[in-house]
């Protein structure tokens, strides 16, 4: 069985930073793309940053102040999130499009996601 557990989150002031962390474990053959999403109260979860074959992608209101990064070899996913705003508040889960060794032969991934870790931004 394949896991994701996130860890990192807390209560931060504005301008501060905090670096959320995402490790997967199980029996796995490989892992294609990385990400990070967030939901905050009363609004949809949205896409945050993501990392495939080292090409990153980020949303607007995020690019320039959080980095993604992955650990390939320990199948971790980082994400430095720095300038932190109140509208950063929410709760981030990760995703990754991971091979398990059990589907390795038909070529199956599954989209596995954490269970969320929470970030809040207050003064």
């Known amino acids: 069985q394949v896991q994701l557990v996130e860890s990192g989150g807390g209560l931060v002031q504005p301008g501060g930073s905090l670096r959320l962390s995402c490790a997967v474990s199980?029996?796995?053959?490989?892992?294609?793309?990385m990400g990070w999403y967030r939901q905050a109260p009363g609004k949809e979860r949205e896409l945050v940053a993501n990392?495939?074959?080292?090409?990153?992608n980020y949303a607007t209101t995020v690019k320039g102040r959080f980095t993604i990064s992955r650990d390939n070899a320990q199948n971790i996913v980082y994400l430095q999130m720095n300038s932190l705003k109140p509208e950063d508040t929410a709760v981030y889960y990760c995703?990754?499009?991971?091979?398990?060794?059990?589907?390795?032969?038909?070529?199956?991934?599954?989209?596995?996601w954490g269970q969320g870790t929470l970030v809040t931004v207050s003064s």
């Open positions: 199980g029996n796995i053959f490989s892992i294609n793309a």
């Open positions: 995703s990754a499009d991971v091979l398990p060794i059990a589907y390795a032969g038909l070529g199956r991934y599954l989209e596995v």
């Open positions: 990392i495939s074959n080292s090409i990153t």
